[in-house]
């Protein structure tokens, strides 16, 4: 341990000296302030501490509403600025208590130097802010306080009441509070008005594209684009836009640059938060804005994907076989191809074994599911190398959303003789062009021909409103056209015509159920083919589509176009509809309405279905 030495130092001989010189002081300092010292009660000015306190009100306020502020400006701190405007106030309030208050001078002196360090670091935050937001989500401005003048002197019931008609959650999880500043009412009642309609009409996308001249916005509905042009104008719709990139946390500056984030709403209250991706692009001409509402029918079971239940049966009954094999998922692009293969997924115990994905596009997180998801501009290896690395991982159960090459085919079959389920997803206008697909890219029909479990088609198609449909009896010649026996239909539906969408008074009315758009949700037409052994010797030995085409109708098969007839005859969806569907959307316009003749719902030329057994 170091004894301290004993020798005085510098330090000690300089506190003598002060020491000495404060003792010679004392008759100064009898001289000085103590004589001048207050008589008893005068050593507190309560008017001016009092003055204080009222000063120090608009500023508190300030900090609070900083505070809330800074929430929505995402390029701005709110931490770093709540520090330096509060320090700004305590830094000016302890140079005013500290100078002497002998005399008014001197205390309106402090009460200025309070005043300026303060509004300096107040107004530094306002200069900041309003450089990163909107014009029109200036404050402070002389529109911004002639606005809040205006709204002063009214009454309550006078000013405008901004409405939440849609609770927000912020991508960071925090609720959006509806705004009590004015400068952010608008742009919060602009986007609350875009999300609640789309949300209204459950649109499952939603496109906002702004420029210079005006604004174009259109919406999915149920798989079917519909433009929306008398909802909001361009001032409002650049006002909704910019607040969604703040919630989102994007760059509201960046207006050309691809971003995405998301944020989740909910028009029937908390419990039924939507999650919505909030993607924006541009150019020097225009900005686009892409709301995707991620909706339920991407946490569906087997069971509620739309297969008869004779399709389901065999399906199911494939899935609960143990060990490996191939099942081939097929569908053009939109055609809910990848919920199939979702729906899949969860039909495995995810628990037990051990299930694994490869996907371009995900729809959603799967939950206790590893997804693999690939990037082009990430990765350096090709779609198929990075399903081999996925192989080594030892999984029981794959999904493949894509078959993009013969390496991918190759693999999918290999592993799926190894013992490992795949489940592969491929672009194909029926079965049968998928198994031919298949075979041509693996290159070894042996191998195809041994795994293969069974290959599906589909195609989504509306269902009419069970509100709003009208039943009538369908033409003859309409079901001699399509196989059908006249007696097996005595009545199709049909989509209202307008005018049968008024009341008594010829009024519009609006169905509550379907908004007068005639079609609720979607559901699935399927094409299942099942891979006995009879098919499989066919396959192997390379025989023609006709053959294998052949033998499943002998096997009992029905083709897409015989489901969606079924779907019509159970008053599912309309015939006009399930036209639409099949219908190569390439080569032909898009279905006419209803004609006004017999039924209201006759199309020209139906193509014909093969009879079953033919």
């Not at 330090?11 to 010189?21: E, K, M, Q, T, Y």
């Not at 996308?205 to 104008?233: F, Q």
Request: aromatic share 6%.
């Amino acid at each position: 341990m170091q004894v301290p030495s004993s020798k005085p130092t510098w330090g000690w001989w300089a506190g003598v000296a002060l020491g000495a010189w404060l003792a010679g002081q004392d008759t100064a300092l009898a001289a000085g302030p103590l004589a001048e010292l207050p008589e008893p009660g005068g050593y507190t000015s309560w008017i001016r501490i009092l003055i204080i306190l009222v000063m120090m009100v608009p500023w508190l306020l300030f900090c609070q509403w900083v505070d809330k502020d800074a929430l929505f400006v995402r390029r701005v701190n709110q931490a770093m600025w709540n520090v330096i405007v509060l320090a700004g106030g305590v830094i000016g309030l302890i140079v005013w208590l500290f100078l002497p208050w002998r005399t008014a001078g001197l205390f309106a002196a402090g009460f200025g130097l309070w005043l300026v360090i303060t509004a300096t670091s107040c107004a530094m935050y306002v200069i900041v802010r309003n450089g990163v937001v909107d014009p029109s989500a200036r404050v402070f401005t002389p529109k911004h306080i002639k606005f809040w003048f205006a709204n002063l002197g009214k009454k309550q019931a006078d000013r405008h009441v901004v409405e939440e008609r849609v609770k927000l959650v912020a991508c960071d999880g925090r609720k959006v509070p509806v705004p009590d500043d004015p400068a952010k009412a608008e742009p919060y009642e602009a986007a609350q008005i875009l999300l609640h309609d789309a949300l209204w009409r459950r649109a499952t996308e939603a496109e906002l594209v702004v420029t210079a001249k005006g604004v174009k916005l259109a919406y999915r509905i149920d798989g079917v684009a519909t433009p929306r042009s008398d909802l909001i104008d361009r001032d409002n719709a650049e006002r909704a836009l910019l607040f969604l990139k703040q919630i989102a946390g994007l760059d509201i500056t960046e207006r050309r640059k691809p971003q995405t984030g998301e944020i989740r709403a909910s028009i029937g209250g908390d419990r039924g938060m939507t999650e919505v991706d909030v993607q924006t692009s541009g150019t020097t001409q225009h900005e686009r804005l892409s709301l995707k509402i991620v909706g339920e029918e991407t946490k569906l079971r087997l069971h509620d994907l739309g297969m008869s239940p004779s399709d389901l049966e065999k399906f199911e009954s494939q899935v609960r076989q143990p060990g490996g094999g191939l099942f081939l998922i097929s569908g053009p692009a939109g055609s809910g191809v990848t919920s199939t293969l979702y729906a899949a997924l969860r039909s495995h115990d995810v628990f037990m074994q051990n299930l694994l994905t490869l996907e371009r596009e995900p729809l959603m997180e799967l939950e206790n599911i590893t997804q693999n998801i690939y990037d082009s501009t990430k990765h350096e290896g090709s779609y198929a190398r990075q399903l081999q690395t996925v192989l080594r991982r030892e999984p029981d159960v794959v999904m493949v959303s894509d078959c993009l090459d013969r390496e991918t085919a190759h693999l999918a079959a290999k592993a799926a003789k190894d013992g490992k389920r795949i489940y592969l997803g491929i672009q194909a206008k029926d079965s049968f062009d998928a198994l031919k697909k298949l075979v041509s890219l693996a290159g070894d029909t042996d191998t195809v021909a041994s795994v293969i479990k069974m290959v599906t088609s589909q195609r989504l198609i509306r269902k009419l409103c069970i509100a709003c449909r009208v039943a009538y009896k369908p033409d003859p010649q309409l079901l001699q056209k399509a196989n059908l026996a006249v007696g097996k239909a005595q009545q199709f539906f049909r989509q209202p015509k307008p005018e049968e969408l008024v009341d008594e008074k010829g009024n519009p009315r609006m169905c509550a159920n379907c908004q007068n758009s005639a079609y609720y949700g979607r559901t699935g037409l399927f094409e299942v083919l099942t891979i006995d052994d009879t098919m499989r010797d066919l396959i192997s030995r390379g025989q023609s589509i006709n053959e294998l085409r052949a033998q499943a109708r002998k096997n009992g098969m029905l083709y897409l176009q015989e489901v969606g007839l079924q779907k019509v005859i159970e008053g599912i969806t309309g015939m006009n509809e399930m036209l639409r569907v099949m219908r190569d959307e390439e080569s032909s316009p898009p279905p006419a309405a209803p004609a006004a003749g017999k039924g209201g719902d006759n199309p020209p030329a139906a193509p014909a279905a093969p009879k079953k057994g033919a």
